[in-house]
């Protein structure tokens, strides 16, 4: 298993980790499954080469021995003065298969150590659902803490999604 940014040659493995993402956890990512499915492969292409722009705008992947993204993790910095200490996870997803051998602590734990150590940054934030305990208590034990919640962060059919705003300090 190796830990890498995502490269345009992941393209087609990020689209199967994606899917099985929106389909399994539609919590996670603010895209939905059939608004993603409808959009031309182009575009999908397009908005993927947005997030590879390391350090700054990245997907940190779990890569299997046969190039198989198993696990994943988006995180963007600022580049403005005002702005780049702090950065953001998102998107942080494990395949069903391969769930509880420690992928997820890895992920944020790498993403937090180059948010630090290669662009300085002191806060990396992030929001969770609150009905999602087993990542809520995932990053409380890697020492983020709550500072907000936002209500009706997330409209799924006719109900309501509200996610904790949580953040770490990383100096
Ligand atoms: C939540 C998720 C990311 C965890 O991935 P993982 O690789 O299995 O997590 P890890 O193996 O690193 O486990 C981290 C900790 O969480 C605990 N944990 C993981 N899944 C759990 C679950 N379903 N219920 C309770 N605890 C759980 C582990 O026991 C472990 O605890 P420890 O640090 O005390 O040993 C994964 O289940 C997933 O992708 N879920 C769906 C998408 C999602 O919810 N993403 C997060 C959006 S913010």
């Not at 298993?1 to 995502?6: D, E, F, Q, S």
């Not at 051998?101 to 180059?114: C, D, N």
């Not at 948010?115 to 809520?136: D, F, I, K, M």
């Not at 803490?145 to 904790?164: L, Q």
């Amino acid at each position: 298993m190796i830990v890498r940014p995502l490269e345009i040659d992941d393209f087609p493995a990020f689209l199967d980790i994606q899917r099985e993402a929106l389909v399994q956890a539609p919590e996670v990512f603010g895209s939905d499954y059939d608004w993603f499915e409808g959009l031309s492969i182009l575009s999908k292409e397009q908005r993927y080469e947005r997030y590879l722009n390391y350090p700054y705008q990245y997907m940190l992947g779990a890569v299997d021995e046969d190039g198989q993204i198993v696990a994943m993790i988006g995180y963007s910095g600022n580049e403005t003065s005002k702005l780049r200490h702090k950065g953001r996870i998102w998107g942080l997803y494990v395949r069903t298969g391969a769930r509880g051998k420690g992928l997820a602590t890895t992920l944020v734990k790498s993403v937090l150590e180059g948010a630090r150590e290669v662009l300085g940054v002191e806060q990396v934030q992030l929001a969770v659902s609150t009905q999602n305990v087993a990542t809520y208590g995932l990053y409380l034990r890697l020492g983020f803490t709550v500072y907000g919640t936002e209500v009706g962060a997330m409209k799924i059919g006719s109900s309501y999604v509200d996610e904790y705003l949580m953040s770490k300090h990383l100096v």
